[in-house]
């Protein structure tokens, strides 16, 4: 069991080395990170989806300083 999970970490090692060493594969997690961030805003949007399939009503729209929002 020991060499298994030596033989694996080795493994994980170096498919990780080999993803980060290109700029691709470096830009390919930075994206994968920036979606795992976002999980917790798309979880809070779910129910208002489910509604009307829409965004959620934001309370800038009642901000009368804000120039998009008119």
């Known amino acids: ?29 930075l994206v994968s990170l920036v979606h795992v961030a976002e999980i917790g805003s798309k979880i809070l949007r779910l129910p208002c989806w489910l509604v009307d399939h829409s965004k959620c009503f934001n309370l800038d729209r009642l901000n009368p300083t804000c120039p998009q929002c008119l």
């Not at 080999?18 to 830009?27: E, N, W």
């Open 1 to 29: 069991m020991t060499r298994r999970r030596l033989v694996t970490g080795i493994a994980v090692c170096a498919l990780v080395a080999a993803t980060l060493a290109t700029p691709t594969g470096r830009a390919v997690v």
